[in-house]
């Protein structure tokens, strides 16, 4: 009767890692969230500078996301890594729009996704284009380390703090 109750529970195990596993497959198929970030900036590639258009309009999944004019940045969310967007471009105030439809693959190591606009119009290769979000790291101030004593005396609970910390 052991030997019968080993087998089951092996089989059990053996049947939970295989789900396990079909899950992870899946979920690497499915693909990844990534923000996507739009510049329509200046790029500058090998001592070859290029413009910006007047305007660009961009669309992912048939919603506009970005009306960025020069110097200008947008956004969008994406799961996966085909990305798809059409980019409608004003070369020039009052000119007229040219559609751009635009497929690419998104690196699986970045989660925030910088794409130059410009620069990938020209036909630039992906690393002049193409670069990785670093936020700017927050600068801590003497006044962030300020210690708060309440009227007990006791020290570290800053304003505000308070009320969540009985929670």
């Known amino acids: 009767m052991k030997t019968k109750m080993t087998k089951r529970m092996l089989l059990f195990r053996c049947g939970t890692i295989l789900v396990l596993l079909l899950i992870a497959g899946l979920m690497f198929l499915i693909g990844r969230g990534h923000t996507v970030y739009f510049d329509n900036k200046k790029a500058e590639y090998n001592g070859q500078t290029i413009e910006t258009p007047y305007r660009i309009d961009v669309y992912v999944n048939d919603e506009r996301v970005g009306k960025l004019s020069s110097g200008d940045r947008g956004m969008a969310s994406w799961m996966g890594q085909n990305f798809k967007m059409r980019l409608e471009i004003t070369k020039e105030k009052g000119g007229k729009k040219q559609i751009a439809n635009v497929a690419l693959k998104l690196p699986y190591n970045m989660d925030g996704i910088i794409l130059n606009l410009p620069a990938m119009l020209a ?31 006791l020290e570290g609970l800053e304003e505000g703090m308070e009320e969540s910390a009985g929670e």
């Open 123 to 153: 036909g630039l290769p992906e690393d002049a284009y193409l670069s990785e979000f670093i936020p700017a790291p927050v600068e801590v101030t003497e006044e962030d380390n300020e210690v708060v004593t309440d009227e007990f005396g």
